[in-house]
């Protein structure tokens, strides 16, 4: 075979190649090298052939390759596969990095695959400053005196940070997957479970609305209802609702503070409107109560009664027998008139000595009865130290037009009436405008 | 003179003092014209297999030397990994990657790519990364504490466009005790 035969054999194998790509056999080298009879065509043909093979090879595995077999093989005098090795140790390499990546190793990088290793470097930054950001996120929810939930649309509880399972007393696992209004948030302040429609933070979960709740109770594992404050917000993903987030604590204490507020406050209320030594009201608190009574019995037209008494030389009793006995005598004389007295009336010190008495849906004639039944006891009982007081009383009612000055001033009248007639007795001022 | 010679990291010397204006590096050429000189001077001399192994022994020395005085061996080991990768880039030494890495038999297989031995060689059909083999074996001694051995399955001078060492301790090589 000469060596134009030779080159046509060889075009047209190549003409058919180019134009049909390699096929299922791969290019076919045309000629049998041994069967070449020119010595010096031969081993020409041999390394021609040697070449073919070697494309051959180069293709498959480039195929292999193509498919991400990275365990292809090419043999290593395979002068043409060789910048596919490289691409084959590259792929290897990141299918490496890229399950360490999965795992969370970020300090993978890629150098010197241009535009690939800019993305991948690119990856990884954006990558570790998620993490940033989630380190973040999870050391402020750890270290945060606020319980955090966050659940699901149907308020299924996905998430819960330590200061919740804290304050719940649940293990994360043992309400994961839980709906947060069946085992926290179902029951109401005064312990009764709400109903499954009507419970407000499933409401807003499924609805996507803010609650929030100054005054609720969580069910703990314990049974136990734990007093919070809770404010749930609404999550949304792409614009589509995604659950919510739920911050709540615990606020025992704050209610222990305002149960002692309540107390202390009681107490300062007590102290402004009672009398230290005798325990009944004061003046103050007399005068408020007067005037509510007045407009009352004058709004339904109701008879009204007033009685002011004082204790009949009472001075005398002080520098006698000192004033200790003289707040003794106070405190006897308070305590007698107090339990002849109904709940309906107001007693209540004037000041010194000096007392009185309203008497609600009460006539003048009853209100002089009373009067003289507290006159005659006080008369009749034994104080001790002196062992006998005396009182002067004044009684008036109330009348159309009255106020509060008038009223009072008419009793006072009556009083003053009773001093000057001699003391110990019962004075009555009659309605005169009437 | 002296019957041996302890190697110091010291003995490199101060660069910026001792070469002010040529400075800390120097050519590619340069290294494998030294280290292929060593090998036909030391092969003609002791024979192949001999001095094949002192380059491994030497890479060794290297190898846990370079780690001693460049590398943090505090770091866990993606991160040690990375922070070697960089180096090896930074001084041109070559492009380390790994393709499977288990940790728990510290058994591994790297790829160094433009390698500073051998890359763009003519094919030999035979691996020549002796002094490659040693380096990496020291540096992983030097991390983890334990002997290993770093066999280099594909050379430039094989054939291949990237060096490829298969990696274990050597226990894992002698099989279990």
């Not at chain 1, 949304?236 to 739920?246: E, F, H, R, S, T």
């Not at chain 2, 922070?83 to 930074?90: C, Q």
């Not at chain 2, 504490?145 to 090589?173: I, N, Q, S, Y």
Request: glycine share 6%.
């Amino acid at each position: 075979m000469d060596p134009r035969k030779i080159l046509e054999e060889l075009d047209a194998c190549l003409k058919k190649a180019m134009s049909q790509g390699l096929g299922k056999n791969g290019l076919v080298f045309p000629i049998d090298p041994a069967a070449v009879e020119d010595e010096q065509l031969r081993p020409f043909c041999h390394r021609l052939a040697a070449v073919f093979d070697m494309v051959n090879e180069s293709y498959k595995y480039a195929e292999h390759l193509s498919r991400g077999d990275l365990k292809a093989k090419s043999s290593r005098n395979n002068i043409f596969a060789m910048p596919l090795k490289g691409l084959q140790a590259s792929l290897a390499h990141l299918t490496w990095q890229a399950r360490q990546v999965a795992e969370g190793d970020l300090n993978q990088q890629v150098h010197f695959l241009g535009e690939f290793s800019d993305s991948f470097n690119h990856m990884i930054s954006s990558l570790r400053e998620k993490k940033m950001i989630e380190q973040r996120l999870e050391l402020i929810t750890n270290v945060l005196g606020e319980g955090v939930f966050l659940v699901d649309s149907h308020g299924k509880i996905v998430f819960a940070n330590p200061e919740a399972m804290r304050l719940i007393g649940y293990r994360f696992d043992e309400i994961e997957g839980a709906l947060i209004h069946e085992i926290l948030y179902k029951q109401q302040l005064n312990g009764t479970l709400y109903k499954p429609e009507e419970n407000p933070l499933f409401n807003a979960i499924t609805s996507g609305n803010d609650y929030n709740d100054e005054d609720g109770v969580f069910t703990c594992k314990s049974g136990f209802l734990m007093p919070i404050s809770l404010v749930c917000r609404a999550v949304y993903k792409d614009n589509i609702l995604d659950g919510a987030v739920i911050a709540f604590r615990d606020i025992t204490v704050q209610k222990k503070h305002l149960q002692t507020l309540e107390a202390i406050n009681e107490l300062l209320e007590k102290q402004a409107t009672t009398d230290a030594l005798t325990g009944i009201f004061n003046r103050m608190k007399f005068n408020k109560s007067f005037t509510n009574e007045i407009q009352r019995a004058q709004r339904y037209n109701t008879p009204l009664s007033l009685i002011i008494f004082d204790i009949d030389h009472f001075k005398q009793v002080n520098d006698t027998y000192g004033h200790l006995a003289g707040d003794s005598v106070l405190k006897n004389l308070v305590r007698l008139v107090a339990s002849n007295l109904r709940e309906i009336d107001i007693f209540a010190r004037w000041g010194g000595e000096e007392f009185v008495i309203q008497t609600p849906e009460t006539s003048l004639d009853g209100a002089i009865k009373l009067a003289e039944k507290l006159r005659s006891k006080i008369e009749n009982h034994d104080f001790t130290e002196p062992e006998k007081i005396t009182t002067s009383f004044g009684v008036t009612s109330l009348k159309k037009g009255d106020n509060t000055i008038s009223f009072i001033n008419r009793a006072d009248e009556a009083l003053y009436r009773a001093k000057k007639g001699g003391r110990n007795q019962v004075v009555y001022m009659e309605n005169r405008h009437d | 003179m002296h019957d041996s010679y302890d190697f110091k990291w010291e003995d490199l010397g101060d660069l910026s003092d001792g070469r002010p204006n040529l400075g800390a590096e120097t050519s590619v050429i340069v290294y494998r014209l030294m280290q292929y000189t060593f090998k036909d001077v030391f092969s003609k001399k002791l024979g192949k297999q001999k001095t094949v192994e002192l380059f491994v022994k030497a890479g060794t020395l290297a190898g846990q030397q370079f780690c001693r005085n460049v590398l943090d061996t505090s770091l866990p080991f993606s991160q040690f990994m990375a922070e070697l990768k960089e180096k090896l880039i930074s001084l041109k030494v070559g492009i380390l990657r790994i393709e499977a890495a288990d940790e728990e038999k510290l058994q591994f297989v790297l790829t160094v790519s433009e390698d500073l031995d051998c890359s763009g060689l003519p094919i030999f059909g035979e691996s020549v990364c002796d002094y490659d083999e040693g380096f990496i074996a020291g540096i992983l001694e030097e991390y983890t504490g334990k002997k290993f051995m770093a066999k280099e399955v594909d050379c430039w001078a094989t054939g291949d466009r990237t060096c490829r060492f298969e990696v274990k301790p050597v226990e894992a090589l002698d099989g279990p005790a």
